[in-house]
């Protein structure tokens, strides 16, 4: 939620540095615009409970076990790949935010000395 913010505020000021319209206006644009819910993004969904079922009315043969076995696996495998895809692609976010605060304070510390 920091980084929503401080990318919020980043952004109000680029706009500022680039219009030269009234800063009351764009305050008031940077405060009413529509934000993003990051920790809906970032929740875990709840995973699907793979068991093999309750009531057998016959015995499984072992090919059908294997292949039983087989499904449940894969199913988990799936589900950790998402979940690490999920963790790569928020670090990657966060990386992306940090350079784009290191641009943003470049370009504040650029125009302040222009403006000396």
């Known amino acids: ?6 990318l ?8 500022k540095a680039e ?5 009351l206006t764009l305050a008031d644009e940077a405060i009413q615009a529509p934000t ?10 709840e995973e699907k409970k793979i068991a093999a079922p309750k ?3 016959k015995k499984l043969t072992q090919s059908d ?6 499904e449940r696996l894969e199913e988990r495998n799936k589900i950790m790949v998402e979940r690490k895809m999920e963790q790569i692609r928020f670090q990657q976010e966060l990386a ?8 943003m304070n470049q370009t504040l510390k650029a125009i302040d000395s222009v403006k000396n």
């Open 1 to 6: 939620m920091k980084y929503l913010t401080l």
């Open 8 to 15: 919020s505020l980043l952004f109000a000021f680029n706009v």
């Open 19 to 23: 219009t030269s319209s009234d800063d």
């Open 36 to 45: 993003m819910d990051l920790e809906g993004q970032y929740s875990v969904k």
């Open 55 to 57: 009531k057998v009315i």
């Open 65 to 70: 076990r294997l292949k039983m076995i087989r």
């Open 96 to 103: 992306l935010a940090h350079k784009l605060e290191q641009s």
